[in-house]
Nanobody
Framework: QVQLVESGGGSVQAGGSLKLSCAAS????????MSWYRQAPGKQRELVAD???????NYADSVKGRFTISRDNAKKTVSLQMNSLKPEDTAVYYC??????WGKGTLVTVSS
């Protein structure tokens, strides 16, 4: 049984930083691609960033150069460091393992 629990969301002013973390349970974490998605009010869920089991990363154009995804296979965690936050980054952020398992999300609010 895979469980994903996100933490680290909150409110921040534009230009600030937040770090999201996702703790995973289960035995397949180390071989899974891990992803962060987000969903803003009234919008579809979108991919923010993902990282393969070998550490290859991919980012949405809107966050390139500002966000950094990383993982620790020994601790079964994946993190998202978010810098230079913008009001348009406001959303619920979800952790996903392989696109099959999802956390409940953590809210990030960026005020101007």
């Amino acid at each position: 049984q895979v469980q994903l629990v996100e933490s680290g969301g909150g409110s921040v002013q534009a230009g600030g930083s937040l770090k999201l973390s996702c703790a995973a349970s289960g035995s397949i974490f180390s071989i899974s691609t891990m992803s962060w998605y987000r969903q803003a009010p009234g919008k579809q869920r979108e991919l923010v960033a993902d990282i393969t089991r070998r550490g290859i990363t991919n980012y949405a154009d809107s966050v390139k150069g500002r966000f950094t995804i990383s993982r620790d296979n020994a601790k079964k965690t994946v993190s998202l460091q978010m810098n230079s936050l913008k009001p348009e980054d406001t959303a619920v952020y979800y952790c996903s393992q392989g696109g099959s398992y999802w956390g409940k999300g953590t809210l990030v609010t960026v005020s101007s």
